[in-house]
């Protein structure tokens, strides 16, 4: 028997086969698609358009489906102050600045974004951002990117939420650090805004964040209570991660990518280059097709070897009128004879013929039963 599960999990494997699906510029996300990957570029532009581009061309050369920018200005992200509670703390690779002056240097200038999304375009790939307040979602939308991201850290200002659903575009939503109260009332929001088409990724904000963190059941968990799609928006170093994300249900995977972590830029120690990134998209399509579907029974592929299963042999010459023992019948392989399972109840019974020894045992050659 195969087919495909129509619950929200599989009980046994915990696989997703969801039927929800939702739609990004021509690409279908969800049940029965491809997953969709996106390279998000953040601030791996370095300040420079002319990498920024480079950029871009470069994730649809690695395999990626859509690029995505940070739409903010440190003005509409925080003030420029430098007491305490606007420094940077806690073992991150920017401990020591301040909020103002990590964002001065990582945010990408907005009039590149026309130009930008024009090259993503040509280059086959969907653009969309994160916008980090309300005159960005205006602005996102004078552009008309085909849907909008919120980041984790923005999953509680609910107003922007609202703004966001208002739009009535599909939502991509990160979850770290949220409690499930606070995943709940940011769905709700956006929901009760006028958002239809949802996906919640698993995220852990850490950068880099650690394999042993990812906590990647919890895909199945947000999918299932929140009647949403599920991905996951990865900060781990290496592509162990999203794999094994795709092999518990996640449709869409974003990760980091830049032309080089060797560049030193705010978020290139937790992106992956080129060559990695495809190795990641690779390794992702061939996770998809490997969880295929909820399948038991013989597969064409199977077929062929099916002869070489175990079946019921003669191992000794037998007589007519001898019976069948443990001495001269055996279960062995190849399957030309019959089920192993009828060896019970053909022990004791008589043979209607001469078998010479390496005969496959069939009906016609027991008393009784042909």
Avoid at 206 to 221: F, G
Avoid at 272 to 279: D, G, K, N, V
Avoid at 325 to 337: L, Y
Wanted: proline share 4%.
């Amino acid at each position: 028997m195969c087919g495909t599960w129509t619950g929200n999990k599989s009980p046994a494997m915990g696989y997703l086969y969801l039927s929800k699906t939702m739609k990004i510029g021509e690409k279908n996300i969800g049940a029965g698609h491809p997953v969709y990957i996106v390279a998000e570029l953040s601030a791996n532009h370095d300040g420079s358009l002319e990498r920024a581009e480079q950029t871009i061309r470069a994730a649809a050369d690695a395999g990626a489906d859509a690029v995505k920018l940070q739409t903010y200005t440190a003005d509409t992200l925080t003030i420029d102050c430098d007491n305490e509670y606007f420094r940077i703390s806690g073992g991150t690779p920017w401990d020591g600045r301040t909020l103002y002056d990590l964002y001065k240097e990582a945010y990408t200038p907005w009039e590149w974004h026309a130009g930008l999304k024009r090259v993503a375009e040509e280059c086959g790939l969907e653009f969309f951002s994160t916008p980090f307040d309300e005159t960005a979602v205006d602005f996102l939308e004078e552009l008309g990117v085909p849907c909008h991201k919120v980041a984790s850290f923005e999953l509680v200002d609910i107003p922007l939420l609202r703004k966001i659903g208002a739009t009535k575009k599909p939502v991509i939503m990160s979850t770290g650090m949220a409690m499930e109260e606070e995943v709940r009332e940011a769905v709700e929001t956006l929901r009760k805004s006028g958002c239809t088409d949802l996906t919640l990724l698993k995220c852990t904000s850490s950068y880099p964040a650690e394999p042993k963190d990812a906590n990647l059941r919890t895909i199945l968990d947000m999918a299932e209570k929140f009647d949403c799609l599920a991905g996951l928006s990865d900060h781990t170093l290496g592509i162990a991660v999203p794999v094994a994300g795709v092999a518990l249900g996640a449709c869409l995977i974003e990760k980091h990518f830049t032309l080089s972590r060797a560049s030193g830029g705010v978020d290139s120690g937790f992106s992956l280059e080129p060559t990695e990134f495809r190795a990641m998209v690779d390794a992702v399509r061939t996770a998809e097709q490997a969880v295929g579907k909820m399948c038991y029974g013989e597969m064409e592929v199977d077929k062929k070897n099916r002869i070489y299963r175990r079946s019921l042999f003669v191992v000794k010459d037998i007589k007519a009128g001898e019976p069948f023992t443990t001495e001269n019948v055996r279960s062995i392989r190849p399957g030309h004879g019959l089920s192993p399972r009828e060896l019970d109840h053909i022990l004791g019974q008589a043979a209607v013929c001469d078998i010479a020894r390496g005969t496959p045992l069939e009906r016609k050659m027991i008393r009784g039963t042909g």
